[in-house]
């Protein structure tokens, strides 16, 4: 066995997904590649995002993570134990390290349970019974107080609920929480009361995040560091700031420039891309961008790119002409000269 | 000069008949849109936008009680009978959904919807009308429209399928356009030729675009006048500058805050507007922002007891704000 850092809370190698169609007996079997090769470390007290339009693979690398799908292949660790293999009981201990808030708060509670249930089940599949202390407790760290123990989801606000998500999954006190698009359902000023919870959780319990999002706005505004999946692979990662400041692949370009900003008027080069995502069934040979990329020339169609180093340090392209490390103009002064 | 605007809406109230009673989710608004022009409604759930352009549109349930105007190039619509309605609509102003999927029909191909919709309005064979469709997919960006015509709805991407949409809408040259969040469901790289498409047709056409949007980048983008709501109501209208620079509006100046940029570098927070849109009616005296509003305080008793009404701001013509405090709050109180 590698050696494994003890910072590592999360590390997949290699791990692929693939769905297979249920396909009639004399024709070809197909299979979806969900997730198509992806080696993928979280370290203690980083926010990681993970962005990616539909189809990129983001919520099943998500499920991968916290071991609600297993991969077809590869390897999922854990806090540096092998999880690939583990299966029913023997996986509980491993659900106190990682736990998963899901998208819409209003189909992830149960209807039927009040918020005080709700919050006990993760204690008993430990095997614990939650005093309400504790579960008064766990409503003070998302905002919520003792009065909404007895109440049941159809009663709270959509920020409300999914603050209740947010305590369910840290009713076990895990050390990294998977959000699987946890404001898109919400509107934006409920939004940010979720995405500035989310950073005072992590200040004062120390967690780290993996935060899959398709909102490249929001998620520049919590993660520390940035992954950028393409078809089920992850074609661009570094830290957030330098990804985000200079994009190398030409996707993670395009991507960010197509996003609108907030400023009337203002004129920003926009790479608007052609045609649209190719079907994970049958994705191109070599680079899966290829098909849409304004870069593309011949060595793309052949082996697919892999991840390499750009200006050295931690960025990474899976690109054979990756962009030069340039700042995007992305527009003009930031929102806090507008206003007096 | 400011061209006459081809729709215009005045005073407009939809109240709902409930079995908990009547809800009032419009409380007299009022808008107008030019030709060639884009105004954008912004608000949050429950704030009344959709229900605003589904009122114009003559769409609204039989339990919906709509009363002021809506003219449409001079002509009355509210209590327009129904079979005038249905000339008027789809022919002189068009609807485009948020969801593409549920607008068309699975059955059909959508060369033969489009072509309906042209058929409805004009007396022409099928096989001219299905020409026209033919030409109205090729011109919203439909690769090989003449053979894709034939294809189904499920066999579209969901960019195309919006495509599809927005040539339906537009197959009788619309006066006006009403986009109901029509990019939401989308990516933000198709979200960009949508868009793009929009603005192309608005300058091809001289359509009229009323864009219903929580989006603040899209609107910064493409309009040229915004309209906010809050809880039925306007809370803030002005020129696309005046709403992104001069906000006058506690609420206004509270979403801005709220949103989360992918241009700038991080702000430690994000400033937030506490609690959530009220429902619809819930706030029956004072201002409807007032119990989630940071500035309640300086003004006073007013705030809960009288109903503030639009009055003009500074900025670049009918910049108006419905609120007490009369100057312009600070950022992040």
């Known amino acids: 066995m590698t050696e494994v850092q003890n910072d590592e809370l999360l590390r997949l190698d290699g791990v692929k997904k693939y769905f297979s169609l249920g396909t009639a007996p004399w024709q070809k079997s197909q299979s979806v590649k969900a997730v198509d090769g992806i080696d993928f470390v979280v370290r203690r007290g980083e926010t990681v995002g993970l962005v990616g339009e539909s189809g990129s693979g983001k919520s099943t690398l998500a499920r991968l993570a916290t071991r609600l799908l297993d991969p077809t292949a590869g390897k999922v660790s854990i806090a540096g134990q092998d999880v690939t293999k583990l299966r029913g009981r023997r996986l509980r201990p491993v659900r106190r390290k990682i736990q998963m808030v899901f998208q819409d708060p209003q189909a992830s509670l149960n209807p039927r349970q009040s918020v005080g249930t709700i919050l006990t089940t993760p204690f008993r599949a430990q095997g614990i019974r939650p005093t309400r202390a504790q579960l008064v407790e766990l409503l003070s760290q998302v905002g919520l107080a003792e009065e909404h123990l007895e109440r049941y989801p159809h009663e709270f606000s959509g920020g409300q609920r999914q603050r209740i998500g947010i305590a369910r999954a840290l009713a076990v006190k895990p050390d990294l929480l998977v959000c699987d698009e946890p404001v898109s359902a919400l509107d934006v000023s409920v939004q940010a009361q979720v995405l500035n919870l989310l950073a005072d959780l992590k200040d004062d319990l120390g967690l780290s995040y993996v935060l899959v999002a398709h909102d490249l706005a929001v998620v520049r505004q919590v993660a520390d560091r940035l992954a950028v999946m393409y078809l089920g692979t992850i074609v661009e990662e570094g830290p957030a700031a330098e990804v985000y400041s200079s994009p190398a692949h030409p996707y993670t370009r395009a991507l960010l420039s197509a996003v609108p900003v907030p400023e009337p008027g203002a004129i920003r080069e926009r790479i608007v891309l052609t045609g649209d995502v190719p079907t994970p069934i049958d994705p191109p040979s070599g680079c899966p961008f290829r098909t849409r990329c304004y870069k593309a020339e011949d060595v793309c169609a052949t082996t697919r790119p892999v991840l390499e180093p750009v200006a050295g340090g931690d960025h990474r392209a899976a690109c054979y002409f990756p962009e030069p490390p340039a700042p995007v103009e992305l527009s003009n002064p930031p929102l806090s000269e507008r206003t007096p | ?333």
């Not at chain 2, 986009?179 to 192309?200: F, N, S």
């Not at chain 2, 819930?282 to 705030?303: D, H, L, W």
């Open chain 2, 1 to 333: 000069m400011a061209e006459r605007p081809v729709l215009e809406v005045h005073d407009l109230h939809v109240t709902f008949r409930t079995e908990g009673g009547l809800v009032p989710a419009v409380a007299g608004i009022d808008f107008s849109v030019a030709p060639g022009k884009t105004l954008a409604i912004v608000g949050e759930s429950g704030s009344g936008k959709s229900v605003s352009s589904a009122a114009v549109m003559g769409l609204l349930p039989s339990n919906a009680d709509v009363k002021g105007e809506v003219l449409l190039d001079g002509r009355e619509l509210v209590g327009l009978p129904g079979d005038e309605l249905r000339k008027i609509r789809g022919n002189d102003i068009a609807l485009v959904f948020q969801d593409a999927l549920s607008a068309l029909n699975p059955y059909y191909s959508v060369g033969w919807q489009v072509a309906e919709a042209y058929r409805l309005h004009h007396d022409v064979s099928k096989k001219e009308a299905f020409q026209r469709a033919v030409r109205m997919l090729d011109l919203v960006g439909i690769p090989a429209a003449a053979q894709r015509a034939k294809d189904y709805p499920h066999e579209f991407s969901g960019g195309m399928r919006q495509r599809v949409v927005i040539a339906m809408a537009l197959v009788n040259d619309p006066k006006v356009l009403i986009a109901d969040e029509p990019t939401t469901a989308l990516d933000v790289t198709v979200q960009a030729q949508i868009m793009r498409l929009l603005e192309d047709v608005q300058t091809e056409f001289g359509t009229a675009l009323v864009l219903i949007s929580h989006d603040l980048g899209v609107v910064a983008e493409v309009a040229d006048d915004v309209l906010v709501m809050y809880a039925g109501r306007a809370a803030e209208r002005g020129s696309v500058k005046d709403l992104f620079y001069r906000a006058a509006h506690p609420y206004s100046l509270g979403l801005l805050g709220a949103m989360p940029r992918v241009d700038v570098p991080p702000r430690h927070r994000l400033t937030t507007i506490p609690g959530s849109p009220p429902s619809p009616g819930s706030v029956k005296t004072g201002c409807p922002f007032q119990p989630r509003c940071a500035y309640t305080e300086r003004v006073g008793e007013r705030c809960i007891t009288e109903r503030p009404e639009l009055t003009p701001r500074p900025g670049e013509g009918n910049h108006e704000a419905a609120c007490h405090l009369g100057r312009r709050p600070e950022v992040a109180p």
